[in-house]
């Protein structure tokens, strides 16, 4: 639902001839963005002193509360646009 179209809204205004580094830069950016995430995340688990199952648990709830959270944000400004365009 999020993938797509933030591709599209990145690399839409990229001139044709600069396409190749701005396919290159995107996935660049998303790959350390996802390694940025695990860190982020793995971090926070850790600090909480859980430990096997108990951490793995810990670890879910946090990326489920992370990926609601962002759906909400996505929702809301989904949301806001339709309004502005009508």
Not at 10 to 27: I, K, Q, T
Not at 63 to 83: E, G, P, T
């Amino acid at each position: 639902m999020i993938f797509s179209p933030l591709t599209q809204l990145v690399v839409r205004e990229v001139p044709v001839e600069a396409a190749g580094l701005s396919g290159g830069m995107f996935s660049t950016a998303q790959q350390l963005a996802l390694s940025f995430g695990v860190i982020v995340i793995g971090g926070l688990v850790s600090l909480t002193g859980a430990a096997g199952r108990d951490e793995l648990l810990a670890g879910l709830a946090l990326d489920i509360v992370l990926a609601v959270a962002v759906l909400i944000v996505a929702i809301a400004l989904r949301s806001r646009a339709r309004r502005n365009l009508r």
